[in-house]
């Protein structure tokens, strides 16, 4: 999906306040505003409870409507329920392009997975314990651990070397195939694909877990990859196309 399509997509925001912590709201809803346009924003929670007062202080400034939702029965969590009931809901408006749950509990992984059916895309927001199941029933997944990275209790992910990476054999694995599954019929990989194929194999890689803003420069740090930088007709800017130092030119 190309910059200005995903600008102009239409999305529907819903937060898990139970299992989603309130600092994140600034740096969430920066990243969700790069994917599209929050349409409708909803946070889900018992807000009688003391421990959402972290959340309670930023609904205003933030624009996010609240959810209550008592706690009727000890063990069961009617938070989950009335996300997923207004999920469905809102999808059969037709409104929308898109969902952005927020939360780390994989409760919501058959949503994530009914609302792909659609043909909607599901961007998914979580902790890095985040189970497995629900990271891959989204399209894209982000781990809300990057969006606290400049708050001064949190450290960003430091860079690490070529020689560090290269031992990361499953960073290999998941680009080397990229670039491959990538490749034109001169031997090369443009970028743009190379991050398409990427997102299909894992939606929870992000290059900003390796401390670099942009994909391209986790692959010049891995030093595994020849670049080009091609200018084409009409492009704003320049190119980037990758090869496996492996192959020959």
């Known amino acids: ?17 139970d299992n989603t912590p309130a600092r994140i709201v600034s740096g969430l809803l920066a990243e969700i505003a790069k994917l599209g346009i929050a349409s409708v924003k909803r946070i889900y929670g018992d807000w009688t409870n003391p421990h959402l007062k972290g959340w309670k202080e930023s609904l205003l400034e933030y624009s996010i409507i609240p959810i209550q939702q008592f706690g009727y029965t000890v063990g069961k969590n009617a938070t989950d329920t009335a996300m997923i009931i207004d999920a469905m809901d809102l999808l059969y ?9 927020v939360s780390s509990d994989s409760d919501f992984t058959s949503l994530a997975a009914r609302i792909r059916e659609e043909g909607l895309i599901v961007f998914g927001f979580g902790e890095v314990k985040t189970p497995r ?3 891959a029933a989204c399209d894209k997944f982000i781990y809300t651990e990057i969006l606290r990275a400049d708050e001064s209790s949190e450290q960003p992910q ?11 054999t499953k960073l290999v694995s ?13 031997g090369w990989a443009y970028l743009g694909n190379i991050g398409q194929n990427i997102a299909k194999r894992d939606p929870a890689f992000d290059s900003r877990n390796y401390g670099h803003k942009k994909l391209g420069g986790l692959i010049d740090a891995t030093d595994l990859f ?8 009409n492009s704003p800017g320049k190119l980037l196309y990758y090869m496996d130092k492996r192959k020959r030119k």
């Open 93 to 101: 408006t037709e409104k929308f392009d898109g969902f952005c749950i």
């Open 133 to 135: 199941p629900f990271v």
């Open 158 to 168: 430091s860079r690490k070397s070529a020689a560090i990476l290269k031992q990361d």
């Open 174 to 186: 998941l680009l080397r195939n990229a670039v491959e599954d990538s490749t034109d019929d001169t």
């Open 226 to 233: 020849r670049k080009e930088e091609r200018v084409l007709n």
């Open 1 to 17: 999906m190309n910059d200005d399509k995903m600008n102009q997509t239409k999305l529907a925001v819903l937060i898990d306040a």
